[in-house]
């Protein structure tokens, strides 16, 4: 039995019993290994499943990169261009200054930071924080404070060719130079001067592209509509800048009806005391009213409006004329009240009672002065005309009809004295009425135009 199992072992056994040990030992050295690829294998597809293409296209372009280097396009500094979306618009008259509430809208090309956008699920723009990419320091060139130039850093929008555009709100104060002339109905040309100290490759694209400058979401003013707006590229020897230059039109409805108005008013006052009777102390009284009213105006117009060694507003050198007419308007009044109420001892001269009797007194309307001046005498059973009831005197028995004084050689009354001086005061009234007349409509031609 022994050699048997000898025979057996030594033999065709022994074969087949190697054979199988070593299919075991096989079995024992893959199994671990097979189980420890696969957990690899487990292992990268989950850590790829949890990396975005939105994140491994922001690994792939900010790799060795430095935010604080210029872009670069052909081995150039990158060009800039600029736009400007206008919200609001205002202008502070007192200190000459512009501020302007807008969009402002820079773009330029940064070949390091392009992509094939198949290679990244058709991705072609990114929204990036603004510390991120390189961005320009852009700042107003005639600024009017000191803080607040520079642009807020918002989110920047990167395109898959390299196309950076970078939207930021801003707040700009700027000087203008006023021209107050044609005030209330002016028209204001300001400029902003917008740009870099450090870089001088601003590109003047907006010359060709209507989008750099709009304001047609425009948040309307109270006073100010903006009529035309421009840019201009300026080229200088260690920087560039865009100008941005605006037209505005003030809204002047308020403006008629606070300051012409009573303008005109002022006016026709002024020349209704011409043609009040010349022994009416009133007159004086109104033109009083009159300066007064319009020395408020020129205060009111001092707070309103700035002090301008130049271009002086036509309205307030309207209402300075007109204050000085209405001065020598009052000088005129006393001359003539005190023509028409003095008691005259003399007799007018004689080459004045022919004028005023003749065509002048013709034009100036002073027959109808002396028929009203008869017919109210013959209406009164005493014979006193109705323009000298004011004025009684001791000899008032003695009076004759004006209209003959000429025809008669007796020395006349009083009466007859004191009619022919208020005939002259009311010819000065009349006179006066037409010069002053032609004055005001000189001075509203002029300062019409």
């Known amino acids: 039995m022994s050699s048997k199992i000898k025979t057996l072992i030594s033999g065709r056994g022994l074969l087949l019993f190697r054979i199988g040990l070593l299919i075991l030992v096989g079995i ?37 990169y430095d935010e ?21 618009i205002d202008i502070d008259e ?91 109905y002016d028209r204001q040309t300001c400029k902003l001067k917008i740009g870099t100290w450090s870089l001088n490759h601003i590109e003047a694209v907006y010359n060709r592209e209507s989008h750099e400058l709009n304001y ?32 505005v039109r003030r809204r002047a409805s308020m403006y008629t009806a606070v300051i ?24 004086i009284l109104l033109n009083g009213i009159l300066i007064v009213l319009i020395s408020a105006f020129l205060m009111y117009f001092a707070q309103l409006l700035p002090v301008l060694a130049e271009n002086t507003p036509l309205i307030v050198v309207f209402y300075s004329a007109s204050l000085l007419l209405l001065s020598i308007s009052m000088i005129v009044e006393v001359v003539v009240l005190y023509l028409a109420t003095a008691q005259h001892k003399r007799r007018l001269p004689d080459f004045l009672k022919r004028l005023l009797n003749g ?8 027959s109808y002065f002396s028929n009203e001046s008869e017919s109210s005498s013959q209406r009164n059973g005493n014979g006193i005309v109705k323009e000298l009831d004011e004025h009684v005197y001791d000899n008032a028995d003695d009076l004759i009809n004006p209209l003959d004084i000429n025809h008669s050689s007796e020395m006349p009354s009083a009466r007859a004295l004191q009619y022919d001086w208020i005939l002259l005061a009311t010819a000065v009234d009349r006179v006066c009425f037409l010069g002053f007349g032609l004055v005001y409509v000189v001075l509203c031609i002029v300062y019409a135009v």
């Open 68 to 88: 604080n280097a210029q872009p670069t396009v052909g081995g150039q500094p990158t060009n800039i261009s600029l736009g400007l979306n206008v919200n609001y």
């Open 216 to 247: 047609e979401n425009l948040v309307q003013s109270t006073e100010w509509q903006i009529l035309s707006g421009t840019t201009h590229f300026v080229h200088r020897d260690f920087y560039n800048y865009v100008e941005f230059e605006f037209t």
């Open 28 to 64: 024992l050295i893959s199994v671990p290994g097979a189980s420890s690829a696969s957990e690899d294998n487990a292992d990268s597809s989950n850590s790829n499943s949890n990396i975005s293409t939105i994140e491994r296209l922001q690994m792939n372009l900010f790799i060795n």
């Open 359 to 366: 065509k002048l007194g013709t034009w100036l309307h002073l």
């Open 94 to 184: 007192l200190n000459g200054k512009i501020t302007l509430h807008c969009w402002l809208n820079a773009r330029w090309t940064d070949e390091q930071h392009s992509w094939n956008a198949r290679e990244y699920d058709n991705i072609t723009k990114v929204h990036l924080s603004g510390h991120k990419l390189w961005k320009p320091q852009i700042t107003l060139f005639n600024s009017a404070v000191e803080e607040g130039n520079f642009l807020v850093s918002t989110q920047l929008i990167l395109s898959s060719d390299g196309t950076v555009l970078w939207v930021t709100p801003a707040v700009y104060t700027a000087y203008c130079s006023l021209n107050m002339r044609n005030w209330p």
């Open 260 to 283: 012409y108005t009573p303008a005109t008013c002022t006016v026709l006052l002024a020349l209704a005391t011409f043609w009040l009777p010349p022994q009416m102390g009133e007159k």
